[in-house]
T-cell receptor, first 113, second 117 residues
Framework: EPEVTQTPSHQVTQMGQEVILRCVPISNHLYFYWYRQILGQKVEFLVSFYNNEISEKSEIFDDQFSVERPDGSNFTLKIRSTKLEDSAMYFC?????FGYGYTFGSGTRLTVV | AQKITQTQPGMFVQEKEAVTLDCTYDTSDPSYGLFWYKQPSSGEMIFLIYQGSYDQQNATEGRYSLNFQKARKSANLVISASQLGDSAMYFCAMREGSGGSNYKLTFGKGTLLTVNP
């Protein structure tokens, strides 16, 4: 079964450092998303991406965050200067055209120290 | 107002029994989709079942069924014959708008299900 691949699975970073979280969506999906889940809390929408541009972003997705699809397969989330409160599980998801199938990756657990 | 409300922070069920996890939603969009995801302790999000707003029948996928009551805006997940491996966090989520649009999923706070032997 096709899957969304996220790397790394875990990342520990110093406060103020830049991190890049990587995702390979399902190949024939056109809609891409990043979500965040702070430990024990609900899953929160960060940003959606379609046709090489951001479609929608939440208030969480401030100037410290950026997304990119540098080639035909990867989809990345960059956090420029990490804060302690950025510690969370970050999920990438991709969706089929019909809107039935949102597939999530296994997540990247980011710890900012 | 919350778009998705899951009122049960935790539920317990005996192995082999059925359990219902509640979900109510709020939208004025006539076209929407409702999803349930399972998140085991390992952290991944596993898709379980989908119900479209125009679907006449309740969705079923193996031991999972969705009790869709449109007038009450509820989309409860029913797990039949619970297994120990069903112990996990369960999230209800909604997509507003038609599937061709680039619409995000909005999640509830989740229900932690524990299956007892």
């Amino acid at each position: 079964e096709p899957e969304v691949t996220q790397t790394p699975s875990h990342q520990v970073t110093q406060m103020g450092q830049e991190v890049i979280l990587r995702c390979v969506p399902i190949s024939n999906h056109l809609y891409f998303y990043w979500y965040r889940q702070i430990l024990g809390q609900k899953v929160e929408f960060l940003v959606s991406f379609y046709n090489n541009e951001i479609s929608e972003k939440s208030e969480i997705f401030d100037d410290q965050f950026s997304v990119e699809r540098p080639d035909g397969s990867n989809f990345t989330l960059k956090i420029r200067s990490t804060k302690l409160e950025d510690s969370a599980m970050y999920f990438c998801a991709s969706r089929d055209t019909f809107g039935y199938g949102y597939t999530f990756g296994s997540g990247t657990r980011l710890t900012v120290v | 107002a919350q778009k998705i409300t899951q009122t049960q922070p935790g539920m317990f069920v005996q192995e082999k029994e059925a359990v219902t996890l509640d979900c109510t939603y709020d939208t004025s969009d006539p076209s929407y989709g409702l999803f349930w995801y399972k998140q085991p302790s390992s952290g991944e999000m596993i898709f379980l079942i989908y119900q479209g707003s125009y679907d006449q029948q309740n969705a079923t996928e193996g031991r999972y069924s969705l009790n869709f009551q449109k007038a009450r805006k509820s989309a409860n997940l029913v797990i039949s014959a619970s297994q120990l491996g069903d112990s996990a966090m369960y999230f209800c989520a909604m997509r507003e708008g038609s599937g061709g649009s680039n619409y995000k999923l909005t999640f509830g706070k989740g229900t932690l299900l524990t299956v007892n032997p």
